[in-house]
């Protein structure tokens, strides 16, 4: 696969989820040999088996190529792992430690230690989870002490930027490519190793393990920021009347600041920004930095509070009292196109209407599985209309777009009254009025 003299390297992938089992399946795409490693076994057999264990539009297609083409397959053991690869990439989970902002890296040490215990040939570790800055260069001391290479074993870093729902194209063409090292023998592995991709005209940003490392921090810090911005402006929009879909369109024309990202509605979450902000903030006090990302603080309340105004407009249409209003919930996912509900805000809207004495029934094209695992509590339905049926509320809390499609007319045929909260902007407000709803929508009169 790699454009030189020199043989491809061998790659493998630690840590098969989102991330891992996207690039593990489209580094083999791209013709490199791969090899899968999980701790989970369930994970393991399912992947060998040609089954993508979560939902990313693509990803199926591609690993049953990978798979028929014999390049790649899937293993728990690091043995093998240390054996096969030339080229490790670390994408095991980071999630926010419980009762803490900060970063849980036992999977990452777990990962790399297991790994480099068999290390006994030069190789590079290269991490590619989302990390506190300073991690690179305690695992390269780390990797030094354990692995019976040594000094041949060198960590890189190299962040990741893909996006679950576009994740296979993200990988193939990303926007760019980091390449944090701290030796020419690393860039030069890190370029083999995305050779394909680097030929494509990739743009390639060599740094060192810091800066690598906090390319990733500041890149979500930025975009949950820009979400919050305008959040914060439909905060201001709800106390003066103001329409905060206009507001947005109207600064989207201006070039320098952009329309992307500048989505008023329910807020971000999901596995990364909303952790991710956290644990920057957490780290940069840690270091005595804490004031240079305050403001981070505020952008994850302001994001929080959407949430919170989503629940008060659903009840302030059913009336104020929420005790045994039936509420039909669209959207479970963090986003559409996933079946990710890791700080989803459409469960956490729909766990907190519950609470409040409503009856809910959540309905996601993708996620409803997910969402019954993690809340039993809730009703669950298999499309739009059905959860619907009867409801004295519908509110759209994921943006799918079979929600954007729904006709106003046959849902009205089937609740029991016409009210819909539209948490993310992506209905037609002249539409459902003209079909006898009462809309509402957050920072809009
Ligand atoms: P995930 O939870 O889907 O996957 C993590 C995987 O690691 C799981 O399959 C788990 O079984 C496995 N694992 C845990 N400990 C292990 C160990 N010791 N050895 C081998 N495997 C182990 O998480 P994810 O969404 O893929 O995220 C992984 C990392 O990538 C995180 O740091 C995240 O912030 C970052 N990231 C994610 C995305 C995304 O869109 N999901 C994008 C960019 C960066």
Same mark, same amino acid.
């Given at each position: ?175 760019? !490519?980091?390449? *944090? ?8 592995? #890190?370029? =083999? &190793? $995305?050779? %394909?991709?680097? /030929? ?116 302030? !249409?059913?009336? *104020? ?8 919930? #669209?959207? =479970? &996912? $963090?986003? %559409?196109?996933? /079946? ?106």
């Amino acid at each position: 696969a790699a454009d030189s003299d020199e043989p491809a390297p061998r790659l493998t992938v630690i840590g098969t989820g989102y991330l891992g089992a996207t690039h593990a399946i489209c580094m083999a795409a791209l013709g490199f040999h791969v090899l899968g490693v999980d701790a989970n076994a369930g994970k393991v057999a399912r992947l060998n088996s040609g089954e993508v264990p979560f939902f990313e539009p693509g990803l199926p297609e591609l690993l049953a190529k990978a798979l028929d083409s014999g390049r790649l397959r899937f293993t728990t053991s690091f043995a093998d792992a240390a054996e096969f690869g030339d080229v490790h990439f670390i994408c095991v989970g980071t999630p926010q430690q419980p009762g803490s902002d900060a970063a849980d890296l036992r999977y990452v040490d777990s990962a790399v230690t297991e790994l480099a215990a068999h290390l006994r040939r030069r190789a590079l570790v290269v991490g590619k989870s989302t990390v506190p800055v300073g991690t690179a260069a305690r695992l390269t001391e780390l990797v030094r002490r354990v692995a019976p290479a040594g000094r041949d074993v060198e960590v890189a870093w190299n962040p990741e930027f893909l996006r679950e729902g576009y994740a296979v194209d993200d990988t193939l063409r990303p926007d760019r !490519l980091v390449f *944090g090292v701290s030796s020419d023998w690393a860039e030069k592995q #890190l370029r =083999a &190793a $995305f050779g %394909p991709v680097v /030929d494509q005209g990739t743009p390639v940003v060599v740094t060192d393990l810091t800066t690598a490392e906090l390319v990733k921090m500041a890149a979500n810090s930025f975009l949950a920021t820009k979400i919050s911005y305008i959040n914060a402006m439909a905060e201001i929009c709800e106390a003066t009347g103001g329409d905060v879909t206009r507001l947005a369109e109207a600064l989207s024309y201006d070039d320098r600041i952009g329309g992307r990202f500048l989505k008023p509605g329910l807020g971000f979450g999901g596995g990364c920004l909303p952790k991710d902000i956290r644990a920057f903030a957490h780290r940069a006090e840690e270091l005595g930095v804490g004031q240079a990302v305050s403001f981070l603080r505020e952008v994850d309340a302001i994001n929080k509070r959407r949430r919170e105004r989503t629940v008060e407009l659903v009840a302030e !249409l059913a009336g *104020g009292d929420l005790t045994g209003v039936r509420v039909a919930a #669209l959207g =479970a &996912a $963090f986003k %559409p196109d996933s /079946d990710d509900i890791r700080d989803a805000p459409a469960l956490d809207v729909a766990a907190a209407l519950h609470r409040l004495g409503a009856q809910v029934t959540v309905t996601d094209p993708a996620a409803t599985d997910n969402a019954r695992r993690s809340h039993p509590e809730l009703a669950y339905a298999t499309d739009a209309m059905s959860a619907a049926e009867a409801a004295d509320v519908v509110v759209l809390l994921t943006e799918w777009n079979e929600f954007r499609l729904v006709d106003p007319e046959a849902m009205g045929a089937v609740v029991a009254r016409k009210r819909i909260v539209d948490g993310r902007h992506a209905l037609d407000p002249g539409q459902w009025r003209a079909a006898g709803w009462e809309y509402r929508a957050l920072g809009r009169p």
